[in-house]
């Protein structure tokens, strides 16, 4: 199934006057975990190192819910690569996009790319693909466990190097497939552009059918592909592999959504912060989430 949504029509801006404020990331707190903070945790493979991941926990939740049943939907992240003229620092503190997507009223994990000497995040591209991958196999069913998510219904996203690794991470094999039920990326796709100067991401022939067999891991379920800009490169690169996941393509036109750069959100229009501000996209993208999820962020 493939269902693809249009650019703001300029005539939308008036509705965005009557939307709902600006989010908010909450700033990187001290201390354990607690509701309505975003914390730095260092799972217990790694203590003594450098290498961490950020969790947050919806103003709602209480321990108190979690022992008595309650379980709430889990978005996990995967970051850009460092490019500070785009704004982006390749770490986890930098992540909005797993924010945006739920209002802040699902579980955040932001999960690191381990580095090759397994001493720190990996700030650009994939670090140790292993220790990567391992981390998430564990992390995101301990999390659940510790917190309260609910495994049925944990969505990967990612921006950016992030948005590849949606598939390229998350889709690598049998083993961490089955974790999400659903994945979104924004800006960039697994196979879609060849990657220079990488070994995994070159030559493009051999990037794409990698790619494609990554893809086939979807096994049908819901997958949210977002471009600034538009999505009809994506939409041609998928062409023939639409049957292999429920594609919904959102063209996002982040310039309109956040105007002139550098602004107070972003100082590029390569960016995870659109879903930030209100617009009729990031209504779409909620929709999405709620349709997979069940979380209500009307």
């Known amino acids: 199934m493939i269902a693809a949504l ?9 509705l ?15 201390g354990p975990p607690a509701a309505g903070q975003r914390v730095s945790v260092t799972a217990p493979e790694y203590a003594g190192t450098a290498v961490h991941h950020l969790l947050y926990l919806p103003p709602a939740w209480t321990a108190a819910a979690v022992a008595a049943g309650q379980r709430w939907p889990v978005v996990v992240e995967y970051t850009g ?8 620092s390749g770490l986890v503190e930098g992540a909005a996009l797993g924010y945006g997507l739920t209002a802040g009223r699902a579980i955040w994990l932001v999960l690191p790319y381990v580095a090759a000497d397994h001493q720190r995040n990996q700030e650009t591209w994939w670090g140790d693909v292993g220790a990567t991958l391992d981390y998430a196999r564990r992390e995101v069913p301990r999390s659940c466990a510790a917190w309260g998510g609910d495994p049925a ?8 190097r992030g948005a590849i690794g949606v598939n390229y991470l998350g889709l690598h094999d049998d083993r961490i497939a089955p974790l999400w039920c659903g994945l979104v990326s924004h800006d960039h796709y697994d196979g879609e552009r060849e990657w220079g100067g990488t070994t995994w991401g070159a030559p493009l022939a051999t990037y794409r059918a990698a790619a494609t067999a990554r893809l086939q891991r979807h096994a049908g379920r819901p997958a949210l592909v977002c471009q600034n800009g538009g999505t009809a490169g994506l939409r041609d690169y998928l062409t023939g592999r639409v049957d292999l996941a429920s594609f919904t393509f959102l063209d996002v036109p982040v310039s309109q959504i956040l105007g002139p750069f550098p602004n107070d959100l972003a100082i590029h229009p390569h960016t ?16 999405w989430v709620t349709s997979v999820t069940g979380l209500q962020l009307q």
């Open 272 to 287: 995870d912060r659109w879903l930030l501000r209100p617009s009729p996209a990031r209504q779409t993208a909620w929709n």
């Open 16 to 30: 965005l006057l009557a939307a709902p404020g600006d989010l908010t990331v909450p700033p990187l707190g001290a």
């Open 6 to 14: 249009p650019l703001l029509h300029p005539l939308w801006s008036a």
């Open 81 to 88: 690569n460092q490019a500070p003229t785009l704004g982006s």
């Open 153 to 160: 219904r944990v969505l990967l996203c990612g921006f950016s």
